[in-house]
């Protein structure tokens, strides 16, 4: 079992629409979740960066920690077409630093 | 302020052949990590820099090596390519560790042929 579990997809969703990404983990160390939007042969780009368990709105976006059932989400409101990338979740426990391995949404007009 | 740069962004080599990548940390930044991202492994830890000092390592074989120098700028080679090593490399930076939030560059893409 990998460390950190994410669904790959692909997600296709139409403008407009609530998306709901979500990433698992088994090692409870994990302290710091982290957020990650992708675009087409770009670098990740840091998106949410949360502590502890609750919510943390920043715009359109929602990252969500559930630390006793090891589940982050990331949600993103009244989806765009330009929210079409890669989303990655990373983690940080410790020393150790883990990715999911992506999801690529797609948002069509 | 600037952010991470990689050169050069795009490469192709021949199997046999060695490659050596360039990564320009943010200013201030002093740790610089390498990863190997590709559609089928997604995003893999190859090495952490810090202090022109290898901090920790990812599961690699010795082809792959990196140095970082006295401005944190640091450099990955690859020696003896194969066609499993196309790729995009990415390097990202941190303040102090890798375990900091971390800022990606572009990436380079490496084709190997």
């Known amino acids: 079992q990998k460390e950190v579990e994410q669904d790959p997809g692909p997600l296709s969703v139409p403008e407009g629409a609530i998306v709901s990404l979500n990433c698992t983990y088994s090692?409870?160390?994990?302290?710091?979740f982290m957020w990650y939007r992708q675009y087409s042969r770009k670098g990740p780009e840091l998106l949410m960066y949360?502590?502890?368990?609750g919510n943390k709105e920043d715009g359109r976006f929602t990252a969500q920690v559930d630390k006793s059932s090891k589940y982050i989400s990331l949600f993103i409101r009244d989806s765009q077409p330009s929210d079409s990338a890669t989303y990655l979740c990373a983690m940080i426990g410790g020393n150790d630093m883990r990715f999911g391995a992506g999801t690529r949404l797609t948002v069509k007009p | 302020k600037a952010g991470v740069t990689q050169t050069p962004r795009y490469l192709i080599k021949t199997r046999g052949q060695q490659v050596t990548l360039s990564c320009s940390p943010i200013s201030g930044h002093r740790s610089v990590s390498w990863y190997q991202q590709t559609p089928g492994q997604g995003l893999q830890f190859l090495f952490e820099?810090?202090?022109?000092?290898?901090?920790n390592k990812g599961n690699f074989p010795g082809r792959f090596s990196g140095r970082q120098f006295s401005n944190s700028r640091s450099e990955m080679n690859v020696s003896t390519l194969e066609l499993g090593d196309s790729a995009l490399y990415l390097c990202?930076?941190?303040?102090?560790?890798?375990?900091?939030?971390?800022?990606f560059g572009p990436g380079t893409r490496l084709t190997v042929l």
């Open positions: 090692n409870s160390a994990f302290q710091y």
């Open positions: 949360t502590y502890s368990s």
């Open positions: 820099y810090f202090s022109e000092t290898q901090r």
């Open positions: 990202a930076s941190s303040r102090r560790v890798a375990t900091d939030t971390q800022y």
